[in-house]
């Protein structure tokens, strides 16, 4: 039995947690709110985007992490701590950085910082050290991985033409293009693994934690949990195409369709813990931390009340410079200028135009057809920004020559021209283009996205130009070498192209 009055000494413990966590949730509340572009672009992430749709576990997980150390949390005792205030000011400035650059990510990094630094400050340095896993599983709620795509999609065609040869697959290969005797297939991104790879790494993260003690054994169940993923696919998008090669593709992809999805998800995730099993070392109940080591009265103390306000009052001082920032925006001209080339004529495109390049968030979009007496012909697009911002950002995902979901699929990256990133693709009709790109920040050209972001970061914090701009020459196979016909054209058009195009 307790003895009498052990639930009246309990009391007060309980309600001094009960007030911290309520400080707590609010001071998520109203920076969630705070910050509400970003909020709202983390959900739509998460509920839109199949990449990153184990994201909406990640709460829920946070959750169950919590729950498991209730017994232990109940034996520390919060207290407001204004050194965390420093997680927090991290945390805005990496958001201030992504915000100027245009760069998604890092905002979405700052935001969770802040979160996770609005806890640390509310709770203390006991129940942050007693929370350190949880906490730090916060960050899988930033969507990561897009760079995975395009090296996953090289890694599963190496794979998948090995495996077709050796099967007796007649097959051939252009980039991300298969081709067979009855039909072509395009390794996209959504086939890459790449999905599936990100989730693998939160889900083995996660099953390191809670099944496993020796760093040792964490670090190989990693590594299983890496490795796979990517054979896996690379073997479903093999069987796809070998399917297809006995029955038909219709049959072939709409089994794979059926197939690719979280149940295949489901069974390798079986599959990594089945390995994994024979080796987990945590027993089941054994204390997720000892209370007793978190009993230290930290210094630097504060109220949590004070602690609250002083969280919201360090976020809401990066969201005072972003709007600074955000005035100084560039002005200009009423009109995207096109310059007259010597000896190629310019036409009108026409509604039919069969490749328009992705800028949704340009101030200005202009697009013309140059034909010289041979007849080849160049497409331009020049797209013009005051500044940069969410969702008018000059480059990212799916802004660019290809657009998500496009008829055009990127088939290889070619060497620069002109100092311009130049593009393969193919598109309806077995049409090949050659599309090279510069981009102009400021007083600087270049053909590098993270150059850009440089640049923008650049101009937006220490107050340069923040007009930019984007500038793309298309030329069709067909009517020549496409390649060819883009570095005609440039050499007609000099360095008048970009430099007027531009401004």
Known sequence: MLPRGAFAEARPFDLRWRRHAAMLGGVWAALLALFHRD???LATIYWTNTTFGHCLFIAPVIGWLVWQRRAGLAEVAPQGWWPGLSIVAAGGFVWLL?????????????????????????????????????????????????????????????????????SGVPASVDGVLITTSNGYFEVAEACSGAKFLIAMIAYGVLVA???????????????????????????????????????????????????????????????????????????????????????????????????????????????????????????????????????????????DAPWVPNYPGADRFAMARYVDARGRTVDVAVALYASQQEGKELVGYGIGAIRPNDRWVRIEDLPPVDGGAALRMTGPGDVERTTVTWYRVGGVVTASEERVKLETLKARLLGGDQRAAAVLVSGVKGEGDAGATVREFLRAAGQDLIASSSQ
């Open 209 to 351: 934690n809670v099944c496993f003690v020796s760093w040792r054994r964490r670090a190989v169940f990693m590594v299983v949990a890496l490795v796979v993923p990517v054979i896996a696919n690379g073997l479903r998008a093999y069987g796809t195409i070998y399917a297809a090669w006995w029955t038909s593709v219709e049959t072939a992809t709409g089994l794979d369709h059926i197939v690719y999805g979280w149940v295949f998800f489901g069974l390798v995730m079986a599959a990594v813990l089945a390995i994994g099993w024979r080796w987990f070392d945590r027993d089941p109940d054994a204390a997720w931390f000892d209370p007793a080591k978190l009993q230290a009265v930290p210094r630097a103390r504060v109220d949590a009340p004070v602690a609250s306000l002083l969280v919201l009052a360090v976020a809401s001082l990066f969201l005072g410079w972003s709007s600074a920032i955000a005035a100084r925006a560039g002005t200009l001209p009423a009109d995207v200028r096109l310059p007259e080339v010597p000896g190629w004529t310019r036409t009108a495109l026409g509604s």
């Open 39 to 41: 909020t709202a672009d």
């Open 98 to 166: 992504g915000d100027a650059a245009g760069v998604a990510l890092l905002r979405h990094v700052g935001l969770v910082a802040m979160l996770q630094g609005g806890a640390v400050s509310v709770l203390g340095p006991n129940v942050a050290r007693a929370l350190l896993f949880p906490l730090a599983y916060m960050g899988f709620l930033v969507p990561f991985g897009d760079v995975f795509e395009a090296p996953l999609q090289d890694l599963t065609v190496a794979m998948i033409m090995p495996l077709l040869h050796l």
